[in-house]
């Protein structure tokens, strides 16, 4: 959707450590979340963040928030081939989920 | 627990055809939500209900569209006289009921969708 905005694609190696970034324009969004989906798959859910946190771990994954900015970013760590896919940031309003166009990740060996 | 079920995953129709889906949500989840997500972008908001209840409606959905959620378990949409520009991929999600301070009912989870193809 055009209230969220993501870079289209991004390229790494395998064990180096992927940042997909996000912005986000409704302020009134109340959790932020990321999203994976693999080819002809539907939605993963692979983490969330309460939009009063700034910042959430959850093993290889690490979710910045910056409010302020309205500026989400998620890092996978020690990136592998199997986190190649596309990576969605949503943000929730009311009871919609808004979602940006997607990252697609390519991870190569 | 199986998660989001959504059948079928396919279908194709020819322009003007009726088709329906459906959406088994996760067995205690009384939220159940559809979106539709077209060839290079982010699924769209079409459609909440709270058990039997429509209760949110995007403009996306016309009057050939209707969902409903009869006994507040599984849930179809339907599309009447398809078009092409209904392409797309249909997918349908459920959250959880939301005891106070709960994150649940914020947490949508996915089926694996159903790919209309329109002749």
């Known amino acids: 959707g055009e209230d969220v905005e993501q870079s289209l694609f991004l390229s790494v190696r395998e064990g180096d450590s992927s940042v997909i970034n996000c912005t986000y324009t409704d302020s009134s969004s109340t959790y932020l979340y990321w999203y994976k989906q693999e080819p002809g798959a539907g939605l993963q859910l692979l983490t969330y963040?309460?939009?009063?946190?700034d910042m959430k771990q959850d093993q290889r994954l690490t979710v910045l928030l910056n409010k302020k900015d309205k500026h989400l970013s998620l890092r996978i760590a020690d990136t592998q081939t199997g986190d190649s896919a596309i990576y969605f940031c949503?943000?929730?309003?009311?009871?919609?989920?808004?979602f940006g166009k997607g990252t697609s990740l390519l991870v190569t060996p | 627990d199986t998660g989001v079920s959504q059948n079928p995953r396919h279908k194709i129709t020819k322009r003007g055809q009726n088709v329906t889906f459906r959406c088994d949500p996760i067995s205690e989840h009384n939220r159940l939500y559809w979106y539709r997500q077209t060839l290079g972008q982010g699924p769209e908001f079409l459609t909440y209900f709270q058990n039997e209840a429509q209760l949110e409606k995007s403009r996306l959905l016309s009057d050939r569209f209707s969902a409903e959620r009869p006994k507040g378990s599984f849930s179809t949409l339907e599309i009447q006289r398809t078009e092409q520009g209904d392409s797309a991929m249909y997918l349908c999600?459920?959250?959880?009921?939301?005891?106070?301070?709960?994150?649940?009912?914020?947490?949508?989870?996915f089926g694996a969708g159903t790919r209309l193809s329109v002749l």
């Open positions: 963040i309460f939009s009063n946190m």
């Open positions: 949503a943000g929730l309003t009311g009871y919609a989920l808004n």
């Open positions: 999600a459920s959250s959880g009921w939301g005891r106070q301070g709960s994150d649940t009912k914020n947490i949508q989870y």
